[in-house]
């Protein structure tokens, strides 16, 4: 059995290069964790120093086109346990297959890939919608949401677009890190460098809170009424911060 | 009027309309507040089911029309409200920039005339756009009867338009809704048609029906669609399962609205939209409406049995479109793998096709899934019944176990 384990810093590009190097040096993993990992009896630890290459990303969507290096990217921000050892054969792989890869659903780790990347997409399309924004006292929005997947930087860069004129803040409460938007960018910021200014809402916040629950309510037609229909589309997991259904749970 | 109240009655009188969707605009944003979503986003689901993506109003539910079927008929005495302008681009722009809604769903009952309506919900569109320049969403109602003048100015501000056929035949029409006119709601679409591009009405048009409250058949209902599609481009035709809110001795009295009627027509809608099917091959004069007990494609399979199985890994796009529990995004799956290597029965499965509908229908590599002497139409048919029907006697056998 293949007990080595390697470790990389915990960013993407330091995956990417720790996989290529693997490949290239036909150095076959037992496992890849990132280095917060606290290792079992039997894993046998390996540390490399690898020189971090910005340019490995170009190379990856040159040889297996865009869609494959978003799919790749998306595995990286999912919680499945193995992503990266899914990843270091999907690339094993992406070296054979170019930018047919993902064509070979038949292969355990494009079929693993599909899947997740999927899922990512998902959540991060479900919060694009059932995210909610508080208004503070000094008018900057604020929200909190408790993904699954790390999909934080997926809805910033919507966010961004779309609420460019406002100033907003969302907050990952399980993973403690913010995203700021300062109406130009936004930021990624670890829960522990960041204070609030305040955490009171603007006087109008309850108002508008009230009529948009008013809406909800209303324009539900009670002669449809369907709970199997709505807990499908919208799963309860998302329910803890949105106002209109916070009151059912 | 407080505007908790106003909100809550032009909410109410709103929700009738079937159309939630904030698909299919891709107009550019520079600046301002908002931008459209080419997929759509939904922001919430109602107790009933349906998406709240749009904030979804009427301007005023005051109408000098006197439509049967319709809630806010002139002769209902029910409380009557109006917007003024303001309070809509307020309510819109404190929900919108707290991410509730995808953008404004504007509508309205008839005020003093149709020209005067259009006029005021393009002062409302237009102080939306242009003073608070919100780049979001906006659906409206085009209302029959308006001068095309007007129907320019407002299709230059918003992404989507349409206007209600309201019912399949004119006869319909002139029964129950006797002060509005086809002809009326034709021009609107046509003149939508012909003018459509980027700017003006980047989103198209739609349009909806109401289902059971005239007699009409399933047959003159899809014609009706099907005919709509063909004429104007119509996104999409929304079916409305007919809810009694008013009693009148020419609207029928049901005891329930005909959700499964209404959720049949949505399926032969997607199979004449997405999987090149017309009309006539689903219903004809002798079975003019659909089977309650299994879906429009699996009963058109049962009926041309002769035509299958098909073998996936050989037959063409329009063959895969046509078997039960093979959608377009796995068709399209199937036929850019297949190229790569001969699929399997669980290769189907991890592409997304609903093996158990679609292993009546198929060979993998020559196999029938099942022993060859099951393929005839009594034991399939049975067995796709029972399927569609399954959750409901997954319950009733856990109650029976609980009881003994």
Redesign the interface.
């Known amino acids: 059995m293949n007990n080595d384990c390697y470790l990389y810093e915990d960013t993407f590009l330091s995956l990417l290069n720790l996989i290529v190097y693997l490949i290239k040096n036909n150095i076959k993993p037992g496992n890849i964790k990132n280095c917060q990992y606290i290792p079992n009896l039997l894993d046998h630890v390996i540390s490399l120093k690898i020189e971090e290459d910005g340019n490995i990303i170009n190379q990856i969507i040159q040889y297996m086109g865009p869609y494959t290096f978003r799919s790749i990217y998306y595995v990286f921000l999912s919680t499945e346990e193995n992503k990266e050892l899914i990843l270091y054969y999907l690339i094993l792989n992406g070296m054979k297959y170019k930018e047919?890869v993902l064509?070979?659903?038949?292969l355990k780790c494009v079929?693993k890939t599909i899947k997740i990347a999927k899922a990512v997409l998902h959540e991060a399309?479900k919060y694009?919608?059932?995210?909610?924004?508080?208004?503070l006292e000094n008018h900057i929005?604020y929200?909190e949401i408790e993904p699954t997947n790390d999909i934080l930087i997926l809805i910033s860069h919507?966010?961004q677009?779309?609420?460019?004129?406002?100033y907003w803040i969302i907050k990952d409460v399980k993973r403690g890190i913010l995203s700021l938007y300062d109406k130009k960018k936004y930021y990624l910021i670890l829960e522990e460098n960041f204070t609030l200014e305040t955490t009171l809402l603007s006087q109008?916040e309850n108002e508008?809170e009230?009529?948009?629950k008013?809406?909800?309510k209303?324009?539900?037609?009670?002669?449809?009424?369907?709970?199997?229909?709505?807990r499908?589309?919208?799963p309860k997991k998302y329910w803890k911060y949105?106002l209109?259904?916070e009151s059912e749970l | 009027m407080e505007?908790?109240e106003k909100?809550?009655i032009l909410?109410?009188s709103?929700?009738?309309d079937a159309s939630c969707s904030s698909s299919g605009s891709n107009r550019k944003t520079k600046?301002?507040?908002?931008?459209v979503?080419l997929?759509g986003?939904?922001?919430?689901?109602?107790?009933?089911?349906?998406?709240?993506?749009l904030?979804?109003i009427l301007m005023t539910n005051c109408c000098i029309f006197d439509c049967k079927y319709c809630l806010n008929r002139k002769s209902n005495t029910i409380k009557r409200a109006i917007f003024t302008p303001e309070e809509v681009c307020e309510?819109t722009l404190?929900?919108y920039?707290?991410?509730?809604i995808?953008g404004l769903f504007l509508s309205s009952g008839i005020i003093k005339s149709p020209d005067y309506t259009m006029e005021l919900l393009i002062k409302t569109i237009t102080l939306l756009r242009k003073k608070y320049?919100f780049g979001g969403y906006i659906h409206a109602k085009a209302i029959p009867g308006a001068s095309e003048k007007l129907l320019r100015d407002l299709g230059l501000l918003v992404d989507r338009l349409s206007a209600n056929v309201e019912l399949p035949t004119s006869n319909g029409l002139k029964l129950l809704a006797p002060n509005k006119n086809e002809s009326n709601v034709t021009k609107i679409m046509r003149y939508v048609k012909t003018n459509q591009n980027r700017k003006y009405v980047p989103a198209g048009q739609s349009t909806q029906m109401i289902i059971g409250a005239t007699k009409e058949s399933d047959l003159e209902i899809m014609e009706k669609s099907e005919n709509l599609y063909k004429s104007f481009l119509l996104k999409r035709v929304f079916y409305s399962?007919y809810?009694p809110v008013n009693k009148d001795n020419l609207l029928p009295t049901l005891e329930?609205?005909p959700?499964k009627r209404e959720n049949r027509l949505y399926q032969a809608d997607w199979l004449l939209r997405f999987y090149n099917f017309k009309v006539s091959d689903l219903l004809d004069e002798k079975n003019p409406n659909f089977n309650i007990l299994v879906d429009p494609k699996a009963d058109w399979a049962l009926r041309h049995l002769n035509e299958f199985p098909k073998e996936v890994n050989r037959c063409s796009y329009y063959d895969l479109l046509k078997i039960p529990g093979i959608g377009v995004k796995s068709a399209k799956?199937i036929l850019?793998?297949r190229?790569?290597?001969t699929l399997s029965f669980e290769?189907l499965k991890?592409?997304g096709v609903v093996l158990k509908r679609a292993k009546y229908f198929i060979t993998c590599n020559g196999k029938y899934f099942m022993s060859a002497n099951l393929f005839h139409k009594e034991f399939i048919e049975k067995n796709l019944v029972l399927e569609e029907t399954t959750p409901s006697i997954k319950t009733h056998e856990q109650l029976r176990l609980f009881n003994e």
């Not at chain 1, 064509?103 to 038949?106: A, E, L, M, S, V």
């Open positions: 047919k064509y070979h659903r038949n079929e399309h694009k919608g059932f995210t909610r924004f508080k208004e929005l929200a919507h966010f677009k779309r609420l460019r004129t406002e109008k508008i009230n009529l948009w008013t809406f909800y209303t324009i539900g037609i009670k002669e449809r009424k369907n709970e199997r229909c709505r499908n589309f919208m949105m209109e259904v | 505007l908790q909100l809550k909410a109410d709103a929700k009738y600046d301002g507040l908002g931008n979503a997929s986003i939904c922001h919430s689901f109602s107790s009933d089911g349906r998406c709240i993506s904030l979804k309510i404190n929900f920039r707290r991410n509730y995808e320049h399962a809810i329930s609205p959700l799956r850019s793998s190229k790569i290597f290769d991890k592409m």
